[in-house]
């Protein structure tokens, strides 16, 4: 079983929280359409708090699956990020 923070680790990248939620929201919705239910959850250390909260997890066949959607989403969180850079100036703007 997988979850979508390690895969985004596994591709070397930052799984910082707006891609994993975006990601992890995107796959969830493909689970249900699919399956007409939730995927499974484990618990795991909360990665903000103490304690442990449940996490998705998806057998391994769905590995292309997610990365496909991690790297979708990657791009497009690049070209928002982007965008809102040239709006406001870019990150040598004086204010």
Known sequence: ???VVERIAALGLDPDQEL???VGAAIRRRWIEA??????T???PAA??????????YPSLWRYQIDD???DTAAKLEAERDHQL??????????
């Open 1 to 3: 079983m997988i979850t």
């Open 20 to 22: 994993a939620w975006r």
């Open 35 to 40: 399956y007409r239910d939730h995927p499974a």
């Open 42 to 44: 484990q618990l795991q």
């Open 48 to 57: 903000t708090a103490s304690g442990s909260s449940p996490v998705a997890v």
């Open 69 to 71: 959607l991690i790297h």
């Open 86 to 95: 040239t709006i406001w100036g870019g990150y040598d703007a004086e204010l």
